[in-house]
């Protein structure tokens, strides 16, 4: 799939920490607990550390005790792609990736029974975002 932003991996990954580089170009996944976004109270817009894509606000992220942070929906549908994920054995997840570049943000889970609007639980990973807090 073309993206809007387009890098060589070498590009990536002298713009990005090894550990950025490792979940956003090669989908893995950062230490549970690790982000402190998981918690973090600040009102704004959470953006791809890749590229600045706007993806989600801090409004609709919830507390879901699931070491990472946790939205219920992103900005906009447009913001984010959904691949099938069956990388785990014996089982079928979605990936979530900015739209914008490509990059690994983590799953969406639905039907767990979280008391959202929608029950979905984007699980991203904190080292895949950016926040901007809102002004006041």
Not at 20 to 35: C, M
Not at 52 to 74: I, N, Q, V
Request: charged fraction near 30%; glycine fraction near 8%; charge should be negative.
């Amino acid at each position: 799939m073309a993206y809007d932003v387009e890098k060589t991996e070498e590009e990536w990954k002298a713009e990005l920490s090894p550990a950025e580089y490792d979940v956003l170009r090669k989908a893995g996944t950062e230490r549970p607990f690790s982000s402190s976004y998981e918690t973090d109270p600040t009102v704004g817009v959470y953006g791809c550390r890749a590229c600045g894509a706007e993806l989600f606000r801090s409004e609709t992220k919830f507390d879901a005790h699931c070491s990472w942070p946790a939205f219920y929906e992103p900005l906009a549908e447009d913001r984010v792609e959904y691949i099938e994920d069956r990388s785990m054995f014996g089982g079928v997840r979605t990936e979530v990736r900015c739209a914008r570049c490509g990059s690994h943000l983590g799953h969406v889970f639905k039907g767990e029974g979280f008391g959202t609007p929608t029950d979905e639980r984007f699980c991203i990973n904190g080292i895949a975002l950016t926040l901007e807090p809102k002004n006041s």
